[in-house]
């Protein structure tokens, strides 16, 4: 499985983003795609999931201005992460994961800065 995280950029603060993560291959039709960042010097840290059914969770820090979605013409590999009301803490690589049953899959990341 493959995973290409997309849509990252620079934006100020107060603005948003749509993060994309598309996979192909071996891709399984019950996976659960997560979203992760990492900030400088920091431990990469989970955002928010959203399985293959369009259920989603999310941390607490992040709730009620991130968004994870699946596509509606392709769920089971495209997936977003809808970012509103961004703040400089939000800046991070972030990147996208399957996990599945015959493994747990990751992107290569895409950067997220936002400006104070």
């Known amino acids: 499985v493959q995973l290409q995280a997309s849509g990252g950029g620079l934006v100020q603060a107060g603005g948003s983003l749509r993060l994309s993560c598309a996979a192909s291959?071996?891709?399984?039709?019950?996976?659960?795609m997560g979203w992760y960042r990492q900030a400088p010097g920091k431990q990469r840290e989970l955002v928010a999931t959203?399985?293959?059914?369009?259920?989603?969770?999310?941390v607490d820090f992040i709730k009620g201005r991130f968004t994870a979605s699946r596509d509606t013409k392709n769920p089971v590999k495209t997936g977003y992460l809808q970012m509103n009301s961004l703040k400089p803490e939000d800046t991070a690589v972030y990147y996208c994961?399957?996990?599945?049953?015959?493994?747990?899959?990751w992107g290569q990341g895409t950067q997220v800065t936002v400006s104070s």
């Open positions: 994961n399957v996990r599945q049953t015959d493994g747990n899959y």
């Open positions: 291959g071996r891709v399984s039709g019950l996976n659960v």
């Open positions: 959203v399985t293959s059914g369009g259920t989603a969770d999310y």
